[in-house]
């Protein structure tokens, strides 16, 4: 099939560097510039987010590559090695988020920062981190649903170097990177709006993401031919969107209508620090 994408982009001194890994780099990167700027909006310093992500993004990878494995164990158990083998593929979205949030929660206690306030600033740039990361996926030819077929594709008015590489094992693919990509690309706009121009409370901007992307999350993964599963063939990505779907939107509204010690979401404050 023409215009297949080779999943590397150069070599480096007899090493071949992936796109995937230039992706999810650039989108690192991205991330932490829009979450540097929000950061002083709300009063943090200006090198918060990034002592952050020194310490989140090492343990985030160890995290997402862990989940990745405990949910596959079995040929790691025939093959240890390959458990350091990341550049074969095996890292997870959600292990690489649970990871970092337990980082965040040690790192805002140890520099006396609201947690609430700090993930309402880093949840628009990690939606918009995870829909430039799909696309590594793409580059790899992985995270990709069931057979289908071309006219399908071209219905969905795809450019035709998304559908020429949906050819995967003799069949079109649904572009399921795709469809995730664009939900979280609009879910990063919309909470951007919401965020300038309604009045929200410490949480619900991230809560907000937890709701949207978990909601997607479960019916796009539904889609996908490469699913972790556990207890007994139930795809273990579904049930912790669903988990997190339910207990996001219960939080979002004992928080709204119960709390009334909150406080607000709120930008420019020019201040240095945000404390408890």
Request: cysteine-free; aromatic content about 16%; proline content about 2%.
């Given at each position: ?144 649903g069931g057979e289908t077929t071309r006219q399908f594709l071209e219905g969905l008015h795809l450019p035709q170097f998304i559908i020429n590489n949906m050819y995967i094992d003799g069949a079109f693919r649904q572009p399921t990177f795709f469809y995730e990509s664009m939900w979280s690309l609009l879910g990063f706009i919309l909470i951007l709006i919401v965020r300038k121009k309604l009045l929200v409370k410490r949480g619900e901007l991230f809560l907000s993401y937890v709701i949207w992307y978990s ?62």
């Open positions: 099939m023409i215009g297949q994408i080779n999943r590397t982009a150069f070599e480096l001194f007899g090493l071949q560097i992936y796109w995937y890994a230039i992706i999810i780099v650039s989108g690192i990167a991205i991330a932490l510039w829009l979450a540097n700027r929000e950061a002083l909006r709300v009063g943090l310093k200006e090198d918060d987010m990034t002592n952050f992500i020194l310490w989140a993004l090492p343990i985030a990878i160890i995290g997402a590559r862990l989940y990745y494995i405990l949910f596959d164990l079995e040929p790691y158990l025939a093959d240890p090695i390959q458990i350091f083998n990341t550049r074969s593929g095996g890292l997870a979205i959600y292990g690489g988020l649970i990871a970092a949030a337990i980082v965040l929660i040690v790192y805002t206690r140890h520099h006396f920062i609201d947690p609430w306030l700090f993930l309402d600033v880093v949840a628009p740039s990690v939606m918009l981190a995870q829909a430039m990361g799909r696309w590594g996926n793409f580059t790899n030819h992985e995270a990709y909601f997607g999350r479960f019916f796009i993964e539904g889609m996908r031919t490469d699913s972790l599963y556990a207890f007994g063939g139930i795809r273990v990505s579904q049930v912790l969107s669903l988990i997190l779907f339910v207990g996001g939107i219960f939080l979002f509204y004992y928080r709204r209508k119960k709390r009334t010690d909150i406080k607000l979401y709120e930008r420019d404050k020019g201040t240095n620090q945000a404390l408890i």
